[in-house]
């Protein structure tokens, strides 16, 4: 299972804004995000746990996108420090889909991860429709 997560991580550091050590960064995705989302980010079949790959990055794309990726419960509630889960959240973004990257993403930071965490979503699916909704509305206005 691991190799499918190696073969999509970025080659080098460098590669992964925000991401010190990528080697951790998937390892914690593995220990964190992995039993749910998959080794591949693909999510389950039923749609209940959201795939990563293709769409994680649009989410950066529309306001709100960005906190709710720290909001969701796993991200939030995960048994990381800031700066780890903002390594990993950087590390899955650019790993899962770096084609959908925005060209002005910077890379999440612990203080920015501390804060957002520290505003719980009250309706995980309600917020997410919504943000699908503008995602999906400006993929339209674009073509």
Not at 34 to 52: A, E, I, M, N, Y
Not at 135 to 143: K, L, V, Y
């Amino acid at each position: 299972m691991a190799a499918i997560a190696v073969a999509n991580e970025p080659a080098t550091a460098s590669a992964t804004p925000g991401v010190s050590d990528p080697a951790r960064s998937r390892i914690d995705y593995m220990l964190h995000c992995q039993g749910c989302h998959g080794p591949d980010g693909s999510g389950t079949r039923d749609g209940v746990v959201p795939k990563l790959e293709d769409q994680l990055a649009k989410f950066l794309t529309v306001p709100g996108g960005r906190e709710f990726l720290v909001q969701v419960p796993g991200s939030a509630n995960a048994a990381l420090p800031a700066d780890r889960l903002a390594a990993v959240l950087n590390w899955m973004v650019l790993t899962f889909d770096s084609s959908n990257v925005p060209a002005d993403f910077s890379a999440y930071s612990a203080d920015e991860v501390a804060k957002f965490r520290s505003t719980p979503l009250s309706d995980v699916s309600k917020v997410r429709a919504e943000l699908i909704k503008m995602i999906e509305a400006s993929n339209t206005g674009s073509r």
